[in-house]
């Protein structure tokens, strides 16, 4: 399964494709619903699109519940590196 949340962290592995982001925005809804969460994404190949969508969306709505959402990438990914010019993480 690539996308597995145990309690408020939630981490992506592997093969992740669009059709995972109906799976990672439920997880993120409910880790933040709780508290302050954190996406590890650094064992995911790909971030398709869809998926770095619902990361700015979930950064959106951490920010307006005043939580604190940490996200975690790939390092070299194209999309990784597009989504930290996008703000998304450090």
């Given amino acids: ?11 992506l592995t592997g093969e992740l494709r ?3 982001a109906a799976g990672l925005q439920a997880a993120a809804q409910a880790a933040l619903a709780e508290g302050d969460a954190l996406i ?3 064992g ?6 869809g998926l770095l969508q619902v990361l700015v969306s979930a ?4 920010r307006a519940l005043d939580r604190n959402l940490q996200i975690f990438l790939p390092d070299g ?3 990784a590196e ?3 010019d996008a703000g998304l993480a450090a």
């Fill in 77 to 79: 990914a194209t999309q």
């Fill in 18 to 20: 669009h059709a995972d």
């Fill in 40 to 42: 590890d994404a650094t």
């Fill in 44 to 49: 995911a190949h790909a971030l398709p699109f």
């Fill in 59 to 62: 950064r959106l709505t951490a």
């Fill in 1 to 11: 399964m690539p996308i597995l949340q145990t309690g408020a962290t939630i981490t």
């Fill in 82 to 84: 597009a989504a930290r």
